[in-house]
C-alpha cells in the first residue's frame, strides 16, 4: 500500500508512486517523533549495554555463590511480560509526576533492555576464556609499568608458542601507551 498513488489499497498498485513517503518526509510530527525514537534508542542501548558489561564480567569471572543472584534479578524483568512491565512503570513514573518524560521513557527502555544486553555480553565472556584455552594461549596477569599506573593496575599478557623458533611475544597497545622502545620497560 505504501507504493500506491491512491488514498486506498488497490491491487495491482500501478503505477508506482512514492506519495506517502513525500508525506512523511514533511510531516513535522513524524519527523519530531522520529528523531526522538533514534535517541531513545541509542541512549538506552549504549546504558542497558555500559550498566551490563562490568556485571555481565562480574558474574563470568567470579566464583562467588551470590553471582548467579545478581544475574538473576538482572535477568528478572523477562520473567513479567512487557505489557504489565509497561502499565508498572507508567504507574510508577506518573506517581513520581515523570510519565510521558524522555528521563522517564529511557529508564524503562534500558530496564527493559538490559537482560538482552547481559546474556549477550555473557556468552561473549564465558566463551572468550574457552576460545584462549582452546587455541592453545597461556596467560596471567602482571603488574602494570605504564607511567602513571598504580598497584591496582595490570595488564593481561596472552602468548602462545609453537615448534618453530624463535618464539617472540608481540605486545597489543591500542591506547598507546607504553613506550615503544621494549628495551626501555623496566624489569620486573
Known sequence: MSFT???YLSLPSWPPS???YRALATNGDFLRAFRTSLWLGLLSATLAVALCTPAALAIARSGARGAGVVGGV???PLLVPHIVLGVALLRFFSGLGLAGS???LVVAHVLIIMPYALQLVLASAFG???WLRASGSSGMLV???VPGATDANANLVLWRW???LPHKVDVYDPSGRLPKNQLS???L
Open 162 to 164: 609453537g615448534p618453530d
Open 5 to 7: 498513488g491512491q488514498a
Open 102 to 104: 524522555f528521563a522517564a
Open 74 to 76: 538482572l535477568m528478572s
Open 18 to 20: 512514492l506519495r506517502w
Open 185 to 187: 620497560w623496566p624489569p
Open 143 to 145: 603488574p602494570s609499568f
Open 128 to 130: 572468550t576464556d574457552a
